[in-house]
């Protein structure tokens, strides 16, 4: 069957959601975060795209482009390999990072673009990993009109600076591409540490790479200890058929 064709946008502006492969962590200390923004601003100029507004999260991330020449479809074959390249090298893994194919949607007016762009900067609060937008680090709220990555003529061609950050600071039940793990939650750096005392590990690729009854009884302690079985297979990366069978062990 053939691929289906992106919806274009008029304004040649895409929302753009990119997550780890089985639900998996795709950032794991703030190195990586860094690295990501990194290639965004190699590829920034190369690849002839404007960034309007941005939000890494643990296990996914939000972007919203200008696009120029260069399909979107091209664009991600430069940035995501070479984040992967990175991230596998680091952590002595081998194989796919991201869920593939990332997802798109067109955005048509400006109203819609300033809802996008609140609703990706919110993603930390709806999270529950914050309360404010400005307190999330990998975000292109804090210092918007500053941040050297962000074009934001754009915005501020039909919205002053005041407007803007008003708006995105207000509460509201916003909608935009939801990835299903983006609810309330518990503390997810809570968690990751219940996750690497029981276990002895550091990162997800030690995990996933313990041996079977090791991993199994990490599972089966992690849950005792109160991380569900759907949250420790975005954690880690491992299928919940098999976490669930260590768990009902």
Same mark, same amino acid.
């Given at each position: 069957?053939?691929?289906?064709?992106?919806?274009?946008?008029?304004?040649?502006?895409?929302?753009?959601?990119?997550?780890?492969?089985?639900?998996?962590?795709?950032?794991? +200390?703030?190195?990586?975060?860094?690295?990501?923004?990194?290639?965004?601003?190699?590829?920034?100029?190369?690849?002839?795209?404007?960034?309007?507004?941005?939000?890494?999260?643990?296990?996914?991330?939000?972007?919203?482009?200008?696009?120029?020449?260069?399909?979107?479809?091209?664009?991600?074959?430069?940035?995501?390999?070479?984040?992967?390249?990175?991230?596998?090298?680091?952590?002595?893994? *081998?194989?796919?990072?991201?869920?593939?194919?990332?997802?798109?949607?067109?955005?048509?007016?400006?109203?819609?673009?300033?809802?996008?762009? $609140?609703?990706?900067?919110?993603?930390? *609060?709806?999270?529950?990993?914050?309360?404010?937008?400005?307190?999330?680090?990998?975000?292109?709220?804090?210092?918007?009109?500053?941040?050297?990555?962000?074009?934001?003529?754009?915005?501020?061609?039909? *919205?002053?600076?005041?407007?803007?950050?008003?708006?995105?600071?207000?509460?509201?039940?916003?909608?935009?591409?939801?990835?299903? +793990?983006?609810?309330?939650?518990?503390?997810?750096?809570?968690?990751?540490?219940?996750?690497?005392?029981?276990?002895?590990?550091?990162?997800?690729?030690?995990?996933?790479?313990?041996?079977?009854?090791? $991993?199994? $009884?990490?599972?089966?302690?992690?849950?005792?200890?109160?991380?569900?079985?759907?949250?420790?297979?975005?954690?880690?990366?491992?299928?919940?058929?098999?976490?669930?069978?260590?768990?009902?062990?």
């Amino acid at each position: 069957m053939a691929t289906p064709k992106r919806k274009i946008s008029p304004l040649d502006i895409y929302h753009i959601t990119i997550r780890g492969i089985n639900k998996q962590d795709i950032f794991e +200390d703030a190195a990586d975060f860094e690295k990501f923004l990194e290639i965004l601003r190699k590829y920034e100029s190369i690849c002839d795209f404007k960034l309007l507004s941005y939000c890494l999260m643990t296990n996914h991330l939000h972007l919203v482009l200008k696009v120029g020449e260069m399909p979107l479809g091209r664009i991600f074959q430069h940035i995501s390999p070479s984040y992967v390249y990175y991230y596998n090298q680091k952590y002595s893994r *081998v194989g796919s990072l991201f869920q593939s194919p990332f997802k798109s949607r067109p955005i048509n007016n400006e109203n819609q673009l300033l809802t996008v762009i $609140r609703y990706v900067h919110q993603n930390p *609060v709806k999270a529950g990993i914050c309360k404010k937008p400005k307190e999330y680090k990998y975000s292109s709220f804090r210092n918007y009109y500053a941040n050297e990555l962000i074009d934001a003529s754009f915005v501020q061609s039909f *919205v002053s600076r005041k407007d803007f950050i008003s708006f995105n600071c207000t509460p509201n039940n916003d909608h935009c591409m939801d990835i299903d +793990d983006e609810r309330p939650r518990l503390n997810d750096e809570k968690a990751k540490e219940i996750m690497y005392n029981i276990s002895g590990c550091h990162n997800v690729t030690q995990f996933q790479a313990l041996e079977k009854d090791k $991993r199994d $009884r990490a599972l089966r302690e992690m849950w005792k200890a109160g991380i569900s079985m759907s949250r420790a297979n975005r954690m880690t990366g491992i299928s919940y058929g098999v976490i669930r069978k260590a768990v009902k062990f």
